[in-house]
């Protein structure tokens, strides 16, 4: 499961990380990683085996590698955010510096992607009906 070069190219424009100097392109790919779907066929990433104690996380062989980019974009813009958060705005010799609005373009940025990023689903399954005790306390009768 690997991300593909165009995928990192891609991210890399999502993030204005055209060159390799804050980010190797290893480190891009593993931001890419940590966000994958379902691909179109309806195969989930990885398997549980519930063979062993606790149960193991399997990759499925049938999966088509299918990645969230959005997300991954969220997540390195906010990891650059971390940079100049400790920046502050101050006035000097009649100018004013307003450095903290690199904290905030970057914290813009990252809400702007988590907000496109994909739907996060479960599936449910249904358990057995589970009986329900004839002597639980009826509310609306309560002497009953």
Do not use: C
Request: hydrophobic content about 30%.
């Amino acid at each position: 499961m690997a991300a593909t070069a165009a995928e990192i190219a891609r991210l890399r424009r999502l993030t204005d990380e055209t060159t390799d100097e804050t980010y190797a392109d290893a480190d891009i790919q593993e931001f890419i990683e940590e966000h994958p779907l379902i691909d179109e066929r309806g195969e989930e990433p990885y398997t549980w085996d519930a063979s062993t104690q606790p149960p193991t996380k399997d990759e499925n062989d049938d999966w088509i590698p299918t990645y969230d980019l959005n997300a991954a974009a969220a997540d390195i813009w906010e990891e650059k955010a971390s940079a100049p958060a400790q920046d502050f705005d101050f006035n000097a010799d009649g100018a004013s510096y307003k450095r903290s609005q690199a904290y905030e373009h970057a914290m813009r940025q990252a809400r702007y992607f988590r907000s496109k990023r994909s739907p996060k689903t479960i599936t449910q399954r249904m358990s057995e009906k589970e009986e329900i005790e004839d002597n639980i306390f009826n509310v609306n009768n309560p002497y009953s």
